[in-house]
């Protein structure tokens, strides 16, 4: 299908989205031609319109508008004789809230002997402000605001070896790596952690010391004085540290700019930005999702969406012990309370917010062994099928985060678009229709009542225009997925809609 909006995907999305997205091939369009009105009598067999000129402006030409032909669907139902209004359709606009894992492991080398953390910069901001997605010329007009986590406590210090160094401050407790440790004996096997000796049965919960040479050790009670000789005791970590509280992430650290007039600020964001702390993911999304919901109720004529890039599963300095009021931290939970509520909404009219998630591992690591089914957790409740993950040991690593961040780009606007206003006014909700046009063919895609009656396919507005219209307007026209799968397997074709001449529905 012809990506008639501005910001047309480019060629090297085009063969990745093949198979994953089915993206459309796009054209750089300034301003659409205009297409012929239908011809056609009153018995729907009368000669056809003539074809709209080629569109000019922005940095190529716009496509011509389609030829109308004399067909009893695309006229009045009954008679088949209006000769309505034709133009390209047009995709929304897209916000993105970009949540960015900025904990301490971005700083973990990848497989081309960049850290992570670069590996994004790159991907996201190129080099020097050349390159990069917010660079490429196919983000332009595409908003994007920025969100690091974790969010930290102003004061909080780094690190803590007593309950005093974090209480003192209003930083809660120390929290301390402990492993399980038979009495007398000692480990330098400092795996499973513990919290306590509940979870240590016969065993005891000790504190886990560091050694030369990047080891470790943890001695039991009545352990011999030589055991773990020379180590130190590991250093803690304020459970308020890391801050908890969605309201804090639903307001971004770069707000919403477009693009490429903010690729500036954002790229200077992340190149002064230095990754620290742990994984509070599900207060972070919290925050986002609510971020992405205000700025839908805003701007109704945009598409948002979030964005997560992380590099680790939910979790704070203890690994599967998160801090007192650090939640939801399990996977599931996220997924349900969060993700799935904003990405299938059940409040009338309002507006699905999917989430991408993009996660870097190590798949050899025990959270890159997990990361497959848990972000595909995610990715499922988001609204969006599945997850990009990306192995680090790679050296193709930025490389693949931006392709997957264009991908995010393209599937949150497919099959979305903008109502085109008539050129004699405002529009009649009960008077648009949409075509597909494809070889020569103009196919009528009939309406729907809502996204509940997609199962014949079709298309829908946004918000139900049999409602009251002072209330909130209909601004975009969306494909049934079905409906949007056939969009995009054709890429030669376009959209087209239809205004001035009666909605025809599904049957």
């Not at 974090?166 to 038979?182: E, I, P």
């Not at 205000?294 to 300095?317: C, E, I, R, W």
């Amino acid at each position: 299908m012809k990506n008639l909006r501005r910001d047309a995907c480019d060629p090297t999305l085009i063969l990745l989205a093949a198979t994953l997205l089915g993206c459309s091939a796009g054209v750089k369009a300034g301003q659409a031609g205009t297409a012929g009105s239908s011809g056609g009598t009153s018995s729907g067999q009368g000669g056809s319109g003539h074809a709209g000129t080629t569109g000019t402006g922005g940095n190529g030409s716009g496509t011509a508008g389609a030829t109308g032909s004399g067909n009893t669907d695309g006229g009045n139902p009954t008679d088949g004789s209006c000769g309505g209004e034709n133009v390209g359709a047009v995709y929304v606009p897209l916000d993105l809230y970009f949540l960015m894992d900025s904990s301490k492991s971005m700083l973990d080398n990848t497989g081309s002997g960049t850290s992570k953390w670069m590996a994004v910069e790159t991907a996201l901001g190129g080099v020097a402000g050349v390159g990069g997605f917010f660079n490429d010329p196919g983000s332009a007009g595409l908003g994007v605001a920025l969100k690091y986590f974790p969010d930290e406590a102003p004061g909080a210090p780094v690190t803590c070896m007593a309950n005093t160094d974090c209480s003192a401050g209003g930083f809660g407790l120390c929290d301390f790596r402990n492993t399980c440790v038979a009495t007398g004996a000692s480990t330098t096997a400092v795996s499973p952690l513990c919290i306590d000796a509940s979870t240590c049965g016969a065993q005891t919960c000790s504190r886990i010391k560091t050694c030369a040479g990047g080891t470790y050790c943890a001695a039991g009670p009545t352990a011999p004085s030589t055991a773990c000789s020379g180590c130190t005791d590991f250093a803690g970590y304020c459970q308020l540290r890391d801050i908890c509280t969605p309201a804090k992430y639903a307001t971004p650290d770069v707000a919403l700019m477009t693009l490429p007039g903010g690729a500036g600020a954002l790229s200077s964001s992340l190149m002064n930005h230095t990754p620290d702390g742990y994984t509070p993911t599900g207060p972070a999304l919290a925050g986002a999702i609510s971020w992405a919901q205000g700025q839908q109720s805003s701007a109704p004529g945009h598409k948002v969406a979030v964005v997560l890039v992380t590099d680790g599963l939910p979790g704070g300095f203890i690994p599967g012990f998160p801090p007192p009021g650090c939640m939801p931290s399990d996977v599931a939970t996220i997924a349900s309370s969060i993700l799935m509520k904003a990405s299938a909404p059940t409040m009338p009219g309002t507006q699905p917010i999917l989430t991408f998630i993009v996660g870097i591992f190590n798949p050899s690591s025990q959270e890159g062994s997990l990361a497959p089914s848990n972000l595909m957790t995610l990715a499922q409740a988001g609204g969006t099928g599945s997850p990009v993950i990306i192995d680090v040991t790679q050296n193709d690593v930025t490389q693949k985060l931006q392709d997957a961040l264009k991908q995010a780009q393209t599937k949150a606007i497919a099959c979305s678009y903008t109502i085109p206003p008539p050129s004699h006014g405002n529009a009649d909700y009960t008077k648009v229709n949409v075509y597909f046009n494809s070889g020569g063919n103009s196919t009528l895609v009939k309406k729907t009542s809502g996204p509940a009656a997609c199962s014949q396919g079709g298309w829908y507005y946004d918000t139900d225009p049999n409602t009251d219209l002072s209330v909130k307007l209909p601004t975009q026209i969306i494909a049934c997925p079905s409906t949007c799968a056939q969009f995009n397997a054709d890429t030669s074709g376009s959209v087209q809609i239809q205004l001035d001449c009666a909605t025809i529905m599904v049957n």
